[in-house]
């Protein structure tokens, strides 16, 4: 079975771009929640989206966006990129909402210059 | 509010030492879950066990155990007889309960444990 998968691997922008990454879940998983990860703040709930819905939302700016399309896919969306925006972006999928084990990608690392 | 500690920032052992990393949570809530992960240098944060509130036996998987005291809100995990590939950053996590669906994950600081052999 295919583990989650988040494209791309690496990516480097300048400050005031946008940028959007993709996660595809694990097959028949429904659930998708995106983490920030970096030295200074360590692992940071961004959201959960479940069956197209935001379920859950940390405590990050509006530039941080998602969504999430009918086969479970989701992206994230971050706008006007800050240098702090540097980090290792995660998502993890699950069966279904609600406190499962989640499964990580490898992550999109993020670098802003 | 919920929120997670592990003190230990860093832990260096000998290989087929036992070693145990500490985890102390806070929430509010009466229904939750507690988490472990582990995060090899690959980077990948892998799954290792999950504990509901109301689930206070202690686990043994392999070397691996846990320790769940909700007295102390402590949910420590310990590895016996280390090995080298041991070595990641582990992390302790806490869910809250939201309704019916919807989890936000707290995770604590992680702590980076080397085996050395």
């Known amino acids: 079975k295919a583990g989650v998968t988040q494209t791309p691997r690496y990516l480097i922008k300048t400050r005031g771009q946008q940028v959007t990454l993709s996660c595809s879940p694990i097959?028949?998983?429904?659930?998708v929640s995106w983490y920030q990860q970096t030295p200074g703040q360590g692992l940071q709930f961004l959201f959960e989206?479940?069956?197209?819905?935001?379920?859950n939302k940390g405590n990050f700016p509006g530039r941080f966006s998602g969504r999430q399309f009918s086969n479970s896919r989701s992206e994230m969306n971050v706008s006007t990129l800050e240098l702090g925006d540097s980090a290792l972006y995660l998502c993890?999928?699950?069966?279904?909402?609600?406190?499962?084990?989640?499964?990580f990608g490898d992550g999109t690392r993020l670098s802003i210059l | 509010a919920q929120k997670v500690t592990q003190a230990q920032t860093e832990i260096s052992v000998v290989e087929k030492e036992d070693v145990t990393l500490d985890c102390v949570y806070e929430?509010?809530?009466?229904?939750?879950?507690l988490f472990w992960y582990k995060q090899p240098p690959s980077g990948e944060l892998v799954f290792l066990i999950r504990r509901n509130s109301f689930d206070e036996q202690n686990e043994i998987s392999g070397r691996y155990s846990w320790n769940f005291q909700k007295s102390t809100s402590s949910f420590n995990f310990t590895i016996t007889a280390s090995q080298v590939v041991d070595s990641a950053v582990y992390f302790c996590?806490?869910?809250?309960?939201?309704?019916?669906?919807?989890?936000?994950?707290?995770f604590g600081p992680g702590t980076r444990l080397s085996v050395l052999p």
């Open positions: 996590a806490l869910s809250e309960a939201h309704g019916n669906y919807g989890q936000n994950f707290v």
């Open positions: 989206y479940f069956s197209e819905t935001q379920r």
């Open positions: 993890a999928s699950s069966s279904r909402a609600g406190h499962q084990p989640q499964h």
């Open positions: 929430t509010r809530d009466t229904t939750y879950y």
């Open positions: 097959s028949g998983h429904r659930s």
